[in-house]
Nanobody, 131 residues
Framework: QVQLVESGGGLVQAGGSLRLSCAVSGSIFSINAMGWYRQAPGKEREGVSCISSSDGSTYYADSVKGRFTISRDNAKNTVYLQMNNLEPEDTAVYYC????????????????????????WGQGTQVTVSS
């Protein structure tokens, strides 16, 4: 089993920044990739970004490309999502997810944005961007 705990959410003005963290524990050896998702009120959960363990490659949804950066600190078993130039449309609950099956974020591309490819999920952290 894998446990994921997100932190770092909060209220920020448009144009501001936040960094989300996802602490990973448990059967870490089984994880091939980590992803971030978000769900806004009344909307479906959507993929934001993915980073794979094997090659360190990343993938971003078009809506966040150039503004968000995913990274990992293997020593701390933590994955981060740096969010810059935030917009009100970024308001959502953000979830961390872990996959045993994604091999390369770069090679698999948009497939990494499909929730069904992830095996473990955190509880989420709220991000609110005011205009």
């Amino acid at each position: 089993q894998v446990q994921l705990v997100e932190s770092g959410g909060g209220l920020v003005q448009a144009g501001g920044s936040l960094r989300l963290s996802c602490a990973v524990s448990g059967s870490i050896f089984s994880i091939n990739a980590m992803g971030w998702y978000r769900q806004a009120p009344g909307k479906e959960r959507e993929g934001v970004s993915c980073i794979s363990s094997s090659d360190g490659s990343t993938y971003y949804a078009d809506s966040v490309k150039g503004r968000f950066t995913i990274s990992r600190d293997n020593a701390k078993n933590t994955v981060y999502l740096q969010m810059n130039n935030l917009e009100p449309e970024d308001t959502a609950v953000y979830y961390c997810a872990a996959s045993n099956r994604i091999t390369s974020a770069q090679a698999m591309g948009v497939i990494t944005m499909i929730a069904g490819w992830y095996d473990y999920w955190g509880q989420g952290t709220q991000v609110t961007v005011s205009s």
